[in-house]
């Protein structure tokens, strides 16, 4: 896997760390918080419906105490009658001074009663109170006749009476009068339900909507405008529950449900209580937001402690990682730092931790380790030396046997490696070079001292003789493997991109460019220097001749580089023998002379070609 790929997949330990301090802190904490929330919850819950169940009950149980109190003024009523008309209101009887003097006590007794009426089996009678009766007063008071001549006491629906400001809230509540078993009439009171409403009032508040219906889901009374008597509240599901019940509705019920507003639906919590006597029901509701706002407000604040606990955490969390990581980090840098050669990091950690201690153990290693490689510096740098010591040695033997070409050697790989950095090839391959252009002549040790000697052109048979010189070369260095990569330069230098070359006959791209780039060096060190068969060429004419046999013997390129090299006056030679005029290269200025070479004619440059052939390079 490459470094990139181990990058990219690698899990930071800091992470691994953070994450379990997090999670040990923060889950129980989460759980505990849940659990502690979800029960204050319910209890919070369990609470709202009990102070609403406490509202509505107490609200039921006046409304009850308020009619049992006016069904007992009505038979305390009943008696007084019946003692002081001795038992016989009809006729004129009803309108005795005694009877009405009963009846306006009774009216002015108590706040809470509007209007009363005595009326006797004849349906004539006498009354008293604020209000006149309306059609619908008078309605229900033929109901309440109709159930007194039954023997039955009635309640009836809550009506208005009066307009405006005026306008008030009444019910209507009547007995029977009777004379031992002998119906006589009917008492009757209407009861002003202002106390009612001042303790809806009262209680509403805070969100809390209260208010009264009857058995058929009517509203008789609320805390607010919103609400007229009489109007059909069955659309609520509460009140729908209490009417679907009947009379079976005995105890108090609370209920979620939800109300519409438009486009908007809200959700209620709403209970009612029972007043059994009346056959109404105490109604409160409220608004679900508000009802459990204190549930909401303690999940914020729960939800704001924990975010806090949870930073918290994680703030200490990332530190106790870091206090962890760091030395990690450092321990991590170094190690890179040594994997790149860096011998001289040192970690430096101020704790006392087994981090510490491995950081010790760590810059022990590393001094170890530094000793270590400086020592195989040294005998790499000396296994080296000896190493190129003993090839320049084995060329030096090898120019040693020739008078004539001693120093050849150390030229030729002198030129090979400034047309190398001229053609901007990489120190792997100018390392390689050096070696086998020092060597590229090694195989002319296995050459006859008479042939390599000869003062004088080589027969045929002699010239194939020596040219075996550069297989002789393969053939004695191949054995070693530490130089399998300076072979081609050694056994092909002699191949021409024409395929006139020896030993193969390569062409083109066949031939290695080590081979092609130590041919043009070796070329130019053959032409420059003197000879048993010729005398040296000036470097302008031995640059005129490489040039004419670019692209056809040797390589342009290194030609190229060459030129290049020689113009910018990186190589000098300081003593040759003129032969010939020849005139200087077009790419490489000449030096100045007192007079110009003239340009050689075809017929001498094809000899000099001709002759270059025959050279024994």
């Known amino acids: 896997m490459s470094a990139s790929a181990s990058n990219r997949t ?37 609470n709202e419906m009990l102070l609403q169940n406490t509202v509505t009950r107490s609200l039921a149980d006046d409304l009850s105490q308020h009619e049992h109190s006016q069904r007992l003024m009505l038979e305390n009523l009943s008696s007084a009658i019946e003692v002081a008309s001795g038992g016989d209101i009809g006729g004129q009887n009803i309108q005795a001074p005694e009877l ?3 009846l306006e006590n009774f009216v002015s007794s108590s706040d809470e009663i509007a209007y009363a009426t005595l009326l006797n089996s004849e349906a004539k009678g006498i009354f008293a109170g604020g209000i006149a009766p309306d059609a619908f007063l008078n309605r229900e ?17 809550a009506l208005v009476v009066g307009e405006g400001k005026k306008a008030r809230t009444v019910f209507l509540v009547s007995s029977p009068v009777k004379y031992g078993p002998r119906f006589l009439g009917m008492i009757a009171s209407v009861v002003d339900l202002q106390f009612l409403i001042r303790r809806l009032q009262e ?23 919103e609400f007229a008597t009489g109007q059909d509240m069955k659309n609520l599901d509460i009140v729908r529950s209490f009417v679907d019940r009947g009379n079976k509705a ?16 809200i959700e209620m919590l709403g209970t009612y209580s029972p007043v059994t006597s ?25 939800r704001l402690l924990a975010a806090g606990v949870v930073l918290l955490s994680i703030l200490v969390s990332i530190y106790a990682a870091r206090r962890i990581t760091n030395p990690l980090h450092v321990l991590t840098a170094t190690s890179r730092a040594l994997a ?46 000896l190493f190129m010591g003993s090839i320049q040695m084995l060329a030096g033997a090898v120019d040693e046997k020739d008078p004539y070409t ?71 260095l191949r054995p070693v493997p530490q130089l399998a990569e300076m072979l081609p330069g050694i056994e092909l230098h002699h191949e021409a991109l024409d395929g006139r070359g020896y030993p193969y006959g390569l062409q083109g791209d066949q031939i290695p460019l080590l081979a092609r780039v130590i041919a043009v060096a070796d070329t130019f060190d053959a032409l420059t220097t003197n000879r048993p068969y010729q005398t040296a060429h000036t470097p302008e004419q031995a640059l005129q001749i490489i040039q004419n046999l670019a692209g056809k013997r040797l390589d342009p390129e290194a030609v190229k580089a060459l030129l290049a090299v020689y113009a910018r006056g990186e190589i000098r030679i300081q003593r040759f023998t003129i032969k010939r005029p020849i005139a200087a290269p077009a790419a490489a200025p000449a030096p100045a002379a007192p007079e110009p070479i003239p340009t050689p004619t075809p017929e001498v440059m094809a000899v000099e070609t001709n002759a270059l052939e025959r050279t024994r390079v």
């Open 10 to 46: 690698r899990v930071p330990i800091l992470y691994l760390i953070l994450g379990v301090l997090l999670i040990i802190s923060i889950v129980p904490m989460y759980f505990y918080s849940a659990q502690v929330e979800a029960s204050n919850r319910e209890r919070l819950k369990r």
């Open 100 to 102: 009405r003097a009963l």
């Open 141 to 157: 008071l033929e109901r309440a006749y109709a159930a007194a001549r039954d023997g039955r006491e009635y309640n009836g629906q």
């Open 203 to 225: 209680v509403s508040g805070g969100g809390l909507t209260p208010y009264v219906v009857d058995s058929q889901g009517r509203l008789v009374a609320g805390a607010s405008a």
């Open 250 to 265: 005995l105890v108090a019920e609370t209920k979620e449900f939800t109300i519409k507003n438009g486009s908007d639906h």
């Open 278 to 302: 009346l056959d109404w029901a105490v109604v409160v509701q409220k608004p679900s937001r508000d009802a459990y706002s204190d549930i909401y407000d303690m999940q914020r604040i729960a």
């Open 340 to 385: 790149r050669g860096d011998f001289s990091q040192r970690v430096h950690l101020g704790t006392r931790t087994e981090i510490g201690e491995l950081a010790e153990t760590f810059n022990t290693m590393s001094d170890e380790l530094e000793h270590f490689v400086e020592d195989l510096k040294r005998a790499a740098d000396e296994n080296r030396a």
């Open 406 to 476: 001693r120093g050849h050697s150390d030229r030729v790989t002198r030129y090979s490696l400034l047309i190398a950095k001229e053609m901007n090839l990489d120190s792997t391959f100018m390392e390689t070079l050096q070696i086998s252009a020092q060597l590229h002549d090694v195989g002319k040790i296995g050459i006859e001292d008479h042939i390599l000697k000869k003062p004088g052109a080589l027969t045929a048979e002699e010239f194939e003789v020596m040219k075996t010189h550069t297989t002789k070369g393969a053939n004695i």
